[in-house]
């Protein structure tokens, strides 16, 4: 089961890919000096990733031939993280999605570091390993600020 | 006195060592990760200290991958697997320093080889690579992705449909033939293209972090260290000097083919090591032939995979992709001209691999507790860090928040690319050499007038492109024929 959600993923994935390369290939000019012409090469890779799709799915279709055959094997779970990873997860979720509201990005990133950590593993000894985290990776990014002349997020 | 001997590039190849070792210890990041994050923090580096400093990394990363597969079971790099097979069985009967010893030994012995044969090889193949034309480096490129996609045992597809995604994602932008605008799907900051190290930072350091905190991962005791390691190594390194000799070998070897990388050559040599042994039975049960085999070939695949890289300018693996992304961004091309454009640089490459393959071995040796204490490290606090980083290092590139959001895309592809099964090597050497191999097709067709038959003009890539073809059709039909016969 897990053998044919894969192949027949990477199939859709593959056209997905594809299909919107070679619309807008039509739009690529081709100069007259020029033999090859700049649309060629992307024609010609997503036509090569359609051919491979499509090996793709007459994979899927035999191994969902050998499965009907074999009897339904139990789906292995495909997103299983554990609770503290679950944490770290939405928190970069939502670190990512604060990054282009410009919100500061050094007290956003000691904030994110903090939110992880303390989260993640919820006592005193996690709150305290992830306070001084959040506050190393403070102070590194406003030295590094201070230091390297960096233009950061929001500032 | 050359720019590589200058006091401030021996402490950039130590600090690169040792922060390789740090990393390389620590289960699930790996050189990848930490040099696509330290590329950007070497932009204002000259080029040759940067460099140094990134294959320190890369050696001390490898190295450090040992010490999690001996205490841990759990490999800190894929290029230990097979040093989990027997460096555990035997730290867990007890002998957790002498299983460590040997790694290192092997290791430092692997690498000096490698060493020897980059050191007298990557000239010569510079020279040699001079007479390359367009139909020579457009059919090497295709041979190397080819290989690499082929390594895959059963996932073929999944290599090529990586590496035809790499090659296409490196379309989109300012055509450099003709300058005409592709693929930007009106995109302002499309136009000039993917820059390369969002595109590596989302993959190996994003992607990395998702894709580990969206595994569950078993819980492992971890064997703790009691003595000194080294003792009784040289009797024993004495009686396995052929596997020594040869698992250097045929790591090095694996490392100058384009794209096969470290965890193919641990293989093959474990594999070579155990079928001529007379003791192959009891290699996974803690036999230090196992060890030697795993350890010596994984170093010197470093080595080996430098040599196409500085003297052809191809990768031979994913890591080797980044430092040429890495050089490209100091405005330097490797390739068969780097011994006469940027000597120091050049030489720079091939000494700092011999002065951090020694160094490693001194630092491991003299700080094995400490290191065994850094692989535990929580990940929960690991990750965002990495990502914080991440987020830095491609911004401050250019300033620009389009960068951001590659970067966090190609850090979801990275997730969605280890869900699908498809190797990530493949599709990085596509992005990164997808530039090359078009302008280098275009001018190879340009000069046939548009014909393809001009390559029968050129013998070496003739015979590059029958390797690949090989490469795709002869396991196939060797399985049918297998097939016939057992049916």
Known sequence: MAELVNHLAAAIFGVLVAVPVLIASQWIPRFNYDVVGGRAFPVALAVLLLGLSAAKAVLAWRAWRSGREAGRAPAAPVWSPERPARVVLAATAAYALLLFVRVDFIWLSGGYMLAAGALSRPDRRGFVEALGMAGFVVLALLGMEAFLSLRLIGR | ?487
């Open chain 2, 1 to 487: 006195m050359p720019e590589f001997l200058s006091l401030s590039s021996l402490l950039f190849a130590v600090i690169g060592a040792l922060s390789g070792l740090v990393v390389g210890a620590i289960p699930g990041i790996g050189p990848a990760s930490l040099i696509a994050l330290t590329v950007p923090l070497t932009l204002s580096m000259s080029s040759v200290d940067a460099i140094v400093m990134l294959v320190g990394m890369y050696v001390g990363g490898v190295s450090g991958g040992m010490v999690s597969a001996a205490l841990l079971r759990m490999p800190g790099t894929p290029s230990s697997i097979m040093t989990t097979l027997d460096a555990f069985p035997m730290a867990q009967a007890g002998q957790p320093e002498r299983a460590l010893a040997i790694c290192i030994g092997a290791s430092l012995i692997g690498g000096l080889v490698a060493g020897a044969v980059l050191l007298t090889l990557a000239k010569p193949l510079s020279i040699w690579g001079t007479y390359f034309g367009p139909w020579e480096y457009f059919t090497l490129i295709s041979m190397g992705l080819v290989l690499m996609a082929s390594v895959v045992a059963g996932n073929v597809l999944g290599g090529l449909m990586s590496g035809v995604l790499g090659l296409l994602v490196a379309v989109p932008g300012v055509s450099a033939a003709d300058g005409a605008l592709r693929l930007t799907f009106g995109i302002g900051p499309l136009v000039g293209g993917f820059a390369t190290l969002p595109v590596l930072l989302g993959l190996f350091v994003v992607g990395t972090a998702l894709t580990a905190l969206l595994k569950k991962e078993k819980a492992t005791e971890q064997i703790g260290l009691r003595g000194n390691p080294v003792g009784s190594l040289l009797p024993l390194f004495r009686s396995n000097t052929v596997n020594l000799l040869r698992s250097s070998l045929i790591g090095t070897w694996i490392g100058i083919l384009p794209g096969v990388g470290a965890s193919i050559a641990s293989m093959v040599s474990y594999t070579a090591a155990k079928s001529s042994s007379p003791e192959g039975d009891k290699f996974g049960t803690g036999h230090p032939g196992g060890i030697i085999a795993s350890e010596a070939a994984n170093n010197a695949n470093v080595g080996g995979a430098l040599i196409p890289l500085i003297a052809l300018g191809i990768p031979g693996s994913a890591v080797d992709a980044i430092l040429l992304g890495a050089l490209v961004l100091h405005n330097i091309q490797p390739g068969p001209l780097l011994f006469t454009n940027a000597p120091d640089l050049a030489w720079g490459v091939i000494v700092s691999y011999l002065f951090t393959t020694v160094l490693c071995t001194a630092v491991l040796l003299g700080g094995l507790r400490t290191f065994a204490a850094i692989i535990r490290v929580p990940k929960a606090l690991l990750y965002p860090f990495m990502i914080v980083f991440a987020v830095l290092g491609c911004y401050s590139l250019r300033n620009e928040p389009f960068d951001v959001a590659v970067l966090f895309a190609f850090g979801l592809l990275g997730v969605l690319f280890d869900r699908l099964k498809l190797p990530l090597a493949p599709f990085v050497i596509g992005f990164v050499l997808g530039g090359l191999a078009e302008t280098q097709l275009r001018s190879a067709l340009m000069w046939s007038d548009g014909s393809w038959l001009g390559i029968l003009e050129r013998p070496v890539a003739v015979l590059f492109l029958l390797i690949a073809i090989a490469t795709l059709v002869v396991p196939p039909l060797l399985r049918s024929a297998r097939r016939r016969a057992t049916a």
